[in-house]
């Protein structure tokens, strides 16, 4: 059964660089598309961007700012996004799709950051 | 980018009612449209893809139907555990967008 475990810093300071890595278990990262998706009251649910094993596409409204990687030794994928602000505070998930209808399953448990001095 | 809208924001309902759960989209998206449901605290769970396929393991009193820009979602007979959050999802071009979600609770 696949599983996907989020992790990181629950608190990062603005400007800064918030750093999340996704841990999959029961399956393999070389396979499929791997996602982040954020929510916040206010916005909802934001889909960031995805990687897989030949590239990435990232969410226009973000892409300045983000970066995903794979790391295929680990079983994980990454995201950093750069120069927060209160804006970013959310709850992230990770989760995995296929290239086809790229609807999104499983869903990691998801993780709050929150972005504050 | 495409907006995705639903109907109602939220609705009250009573165990075995018929459930209906409305997403249009800003412009046509054919059938590229997913539905989530989504408990407090939990992280969304799929349900249905490419409109009208049911998900792995997703009771079949879950339905969705649709394409172009007007889908909806039933559940015909509503259960304990199908009071949650519904929200759609397009993956038709990018930026993917989700809906602002439905809550289903108990009347």
């Known amino acids: 059964q696949v599983q996907l475990q989020e992790s990181g810093p629950g608190l990062v300071k603005p400007s800064e660089t918030l750093s999340l890595t996704c841990t999959l278990s029961?399956?393999?990262?070389?396979?499929?598309?791997w996602h982040w998706i954020r929510q916040t009251p206010g916005k909802g649910l934001e889909w960031i961007g995805y990687?897989?094993?030949?590239?990435?596409k990232y969410n226009p409204s973000l892409k300045s700012r983000v970066t995903m990687s794979l790391d295929t030794s680990k079983n994980q994928f990454s995201l950093n996004l750069t120069s927060v602000t209160a804006a970013d505070t959310a709850v992230y998930f990770c989760a995995r799709s296929s290239g086809y209808t790229y609807a999104l399953d499983p869903w990691g448990q998801g993780t709050l950051v929150a972005v504050s001095s | 980018d495409i907006q995705m809208t639903q109907s109602p924001s939220s609705l009250s309902a009573s165990v075995g009612d018929r459930v209906t759960i409305t997403c249009r989209a800003s412009?046509?998206?054919?059938?590229?449209l997913n539905w989530y449901q989504q408990k407090p605290g939990k992280a969304p769970k799929l349900l249905i893809y490419a409109a009208s396929t049911l998900h792995s393991g997703v009771p079949s009193r879950f339905s969705g139907s649709g394409s172009g820009t007007d889908f909806t979602l039933t559940i015909s007979s509503l259960q304990p555990e199908d009071f949650a959050s519904y929200s759609c999802?397009?993956?038709?071009?990018?930026?993917?967008?989700f809906g602002p979600g439905t809550k289903v609770d108990l009347k």
């Open positions: 029961g399956g393999s990262i070389s396979s499929y598309y």
């Open positions: 999802q397009h993956t038709f071009n990018y930026p993917f967008t």
């Open positions: 412009q046509n998206i054919n059938n590229y």
């Open positions: 990687i897989y094993y030949s590239g990435s």
